[in-house]
């Protein structure tokens, strides 16, 4: 309370959609969905504010506040193929996009500052793309995929962009393959096959806590831990 924190008001929303579906026939089919939705009064993370006089190890503090008035739009595009390849199996084939940007209207609480901002509107991906295909033949199933995740930015507190840094886009690759017998099915695996990470936090990033080691910002949507192997059996009671 003495740093600012008052009790917090139910967040109020309205939203609006509009959709289409097509179906051609031959296996394919295609939705596009729009939307936008407004929050008034939304619940958000302070900046982290000093304490006058340290508690401690405590030097700082954050809290829930009614931070913003803001507003999504985005799209949502999703379409599936599938073939029927007679002896040779089936093959399924889908591709997705979205595009969605947040902005803020209105600032109601001075502790969501313009660092607590950017983590809102420029920390996650604005467009994100999927691309993968399944193919079916007796008990075999090879599955991939590629996901591009779009770049994004890490905001600072400092008007003119200096603390700012920009993190990279990234295509994810993943593989697998399983074999069904009888009750058990088999599978092997790759997540994040071509080993991508993430744009390394710069030696001068004061927020993610690179002096201390830690190379990757915790806002990137694609992880930091690298290429991941899997081998998992089930059963089917």
Do not use: C, E, H, K
């Given at each position: 309370i003495a740093l600012g924190a008052k009790p917090l008001a139910p967040e109020k929303?309205?939203?609006y959609s509009i959709g289409a579906v097509w179906q051609p026939g031959g296996g394919f089919n295609s939705t596009l969905d729009l939307y936008q939705i407004r929050i008034w009064d939304q619940i958000l993370?302070?900046?982290?504010i000093s304490l006058a006089?340290?508690?401690?190890?405590?030097?700082?503090?954050?809290?829930f506040v009614n931070g913003a008035?803001?507003?999504t739009r985005g799209v949502d595009w999703v379409s599936n193929y599938l073939l029927d390849l007679d002896r040779a199996g089936t093959l399924n084939l889908s591709f997705s996009a979205n595009y969605n940007k947040i902005e803020i209207l209105e600032i109601s609480d001075p502790n969501f500052?313009?660092?607590?901002?950017?983590?809102?509107?420029?920390?996650t991906p604005r467009t994100k793309y999927v691309l993968s295909g399944d193919w079916s033949l007796a008990g075999w199933t090879l599955h991939g995929d590629a996901t591009r995740y779009g770049a994004i930015t890490r905001r600072g507190d400092e008007a003119d962009g200096s603390q700012d840094q920009g993190f990279a886009a990234r295509w994810l690759l993943n593989l697998?393959?399983?074999y069904a017998w009888h009750d058990l099915t088999f599978t092997v695996g790759a997540d994040n096959v071509t080993n991508q990470y993430p744009t390394r936090t710069a030696l001068n990033n004061i927020y993610d806590d690179r002096?201390?080691?830690l190379q990757y910002s915790p806002p990137s949507p694609l992880g930091f831990n690298g290429r991941y192997w899997y081998g998992p059996v089930s059963y089917r009671f």
């Open positions: 929303s309205t939203s993370y302070s900046d982290q006089v340290p508690i401690g190890q405590v030097s700082a503090a954050q809290f008035t803001t507003r500052g313009r660092a607590s901002q950017g983590l809102l509107t420029d920390a697998s393959t399983s002096p201390n080691g």
